[in-house]
């Protein structure tokens, strides 16, 4: 079996997995589903009685395991309690705004945290080093809130270069950069440790006395051998951003996921909040296939090894 087919085969068990836990969980949690759709409104148990057929709550635990599984392939994962909508549709309308933030944070964060992780790297222990290695440290320390405000007070309301709140590609670049500075944090210090240990292997001492070039090396030789551990991290830093930076939105006023699930776990929308679990795990199953189908790609022996 080729090494993407493993791959794809492995994550099968996986999402059974998870799902199976949402459904459990949410089995167990006190509390009539009927009463928190109905939301305090007086109703007959006749009414209740039907809204409960209707949601399938009359059938046993069983049966709605094996329902509640088939519709989640599908993607049908129920009405929410208080829009009476199809929840899938209530996500879609909420996705592309924190998948803007995602990859705009990813952007910035990959950018500069490469160029610290680099500069850093190839100079160890040197004024440099600490520099980079210490704004790196600025970037995962502060409070993403923090980070916000003093963006919003300086370049949106003393400076304004961009606009706070809204929609398009100026509205993205505070929240990005926000958002960007934590992943930029952990990925320079990722990079910097990969590169030393990476110009320390005899095939790069076998590239000096060849006589390449400092450049070279690093680009060609030293970056692509260090890059997996970067790769990982920045696959996780992406899922979790995509399933919602909630402090980030809340600050910019911005739609997303986070806010979402934060609102629906409030008013215990349990169809919503089912729903959102199922796609943030299933976010985070496909992102790690694709980390490790990135793998084979940056070195070819690991798919010669996986496949053996």
């Given amino acids: 079996m080729s090494f993407i087919a493993r791959r794809i085969m492995s994550i099968i068990p996986v999402i059974l997995f998870t799902w199976s836990m949402v459904f459990i969980v949410l089995q167990v949690i006190p509390g009539d589903p009927v009463n928190l ?18 949601l399938g709550l009359d059938k046993p635990v069983v049966e709605r395991y094996f329902t509640f599984l088939g519709k989640a392939a599908t993607g049908d994962l129920g009405e929410g309690f208080r829009s ?3 929840v899938t549709v209530m996500i879609q309308e909420q996705m592309w705004p924190t998948i803007e933030l ?14 610290l992780g680099v500069c850093a790297g190839i100079r160890p222990n040197s004024w440099v080093d600490s520099t980079c290695m210490v704004l ?5 320390s502060l409070p993403s809130f923090w980070i916000g405000m003093i963006l919003i007070y300086v370049f949106g309301n003393l400076l304004m ?11 993205l670049i505070l929240p990005s950069i926000t958002v960007g500075l934590f992943v930029a944090g952990g990925f320079a210090r990722l ?17 000096r006395a060849k006589g390449l070039s400092r450049t070279r090396i690093v680009l060609k030789h030293a970056l692509r051998n260090a890059m997996i551990p970067p790769v990982t991290l920045l696959g996780i830093q992406f899922a979790v951003l995509i399933g919602g930076a909630v402090v980030t939105e809340n600050v910019f006023a911005r739609p997303g996921l986070g806010t979402m699930l934060v609102d629906a776990v409030l008013a215990k929308d349990m169809p919503l909040v089912q729903a959102l679990i199922v796609y943030k795990t299933a976010v985070y199953i496909l992102v790690n296939l694709v980390i490790d189908l990135a793998y084979g790609a ?6 010669v090894e996986q496949g053996s």
Avoid: K
Avoid at 161 to 171: K, L, Q, S, Y
Avoid at 191 to 207: F, L, P
């Fill in 191 to 207: 990079i910097r440790s990969s590169i030393i240990e990476a110009m320390n292997q005899d095939y790069i001492r076998t590239a």
């Fill in 136 to 140: 790196a440290l600025v970037g995962v």
């Fill in 298 to 303: 940056i070195d070819p022996r690991i798919r």
């Fill in 102 to 115: 995602a990859l705009g944070g990813l952007c910035f964060g990959v950018m500069f945290g490469f160029v």
């Fill in 37 to 54: 759709m109905l939301a305090g409104v007086p109703a007959s148990e006749e009414v209740r009685q039907r809204e409960r057929e209707r």
């Fill in 161 to 171: 270069w961009v606009p706070i709140t809204g929609r398009g590609f100026g509205a």
């Fill in 84 to 86: 009476r909508r199809p």
